[in-house]
């Protein structure tokens, strides 16, 4: 899914698909915290859609379905994976500017580094 998003910008609906029926899973094998999966997830969409519209697509679709979809399974560790994808984004962006091999207002795939911070969530998870 990283590499898909890192080529052609676009994170194909057949994985969400995949990543929100495993969510769903974990919210019947987990339901004593169902609601607060489902909030998280209806609060991070309404969220990162209101960040699309006003940066006009400054965040893809697939991104913010993404995002969603993984609430599902990660519960409250999602802001520790947002909060890490964003910084690494940033942090590679800004660096990418400075050498002048991106420009300023070109656009980057989130996937890849929403991806990253998934990984590092497990890691911590199981330190």
Same mark, same amino acid.
């Given at each position: 899914m990283a590499y898909i998003d890192y080529k052609q910008k676009i994170i194909p609906d057949k994985l969400n698909?995949?990543?929100v029926?495993?969510?769903?899973?974990?919210?019947m094998i987990?339901?004593?915290n169902c609601k607060v999966y489902i909030a998280l997830a209806?609060?991070?969409?309404t969220v990162f859609l209101f960040i699309a519209i006003v940066t006009d697509g400054g965040i893809g679709g697939?991104?913010?379905k993404l995002l969603?979809?993984? #609430?599902?399974i990660f519960g409250i560790s999602?802001?520790?994976?947002?909060?890490f994808a964003l910084l690494i984004a940033s942090i590679i962006s800004i660096y990418l500017i400075i050498v002048r091999k991106q420009k300023y207002n #070109? #656009?980057?795939?989130?996937?890849?580094?929403?991806?990253i911070g998934v990984f590092v969530s497990l890691i911590d998870s199981f330190l």
């Amino acid at each position: 899914m990283a590499y898909i998003d890192y080529k052609q910008k676009i994170i194909p609906d057949k994985l969400n698909i995949i990543i929100v029926l495993l969510g769903i899973i974990n919210t019947m094998i987990d339901f004593k915290n169902c609601k607060v999966y489902i909030a998280l997830a209806a609060i991070i969409f309404t969220v990162f859609l209101f960040i699309a519209i006003v940066t006009d697509g400054g965040i893809g679709g697939g991104d913010i379905k993404l995002l969603t979809a993984l #609430s599902l399974i990660f519960g409250i560790s999602m802001l520790e994976i947002i909060i890490f994808a964003l910084l690494i984004a940033s942090i590679i962006s800004i660096y990418l500017i400075i050498v002048r091999k991106q420009k300023y207002n #070109s #656009s980057i795939a989130l996937g890849p580094y929403i991806c990253i911070g998934v990984f590092v969530s497990l890691i911590d998870s199981f330190l």
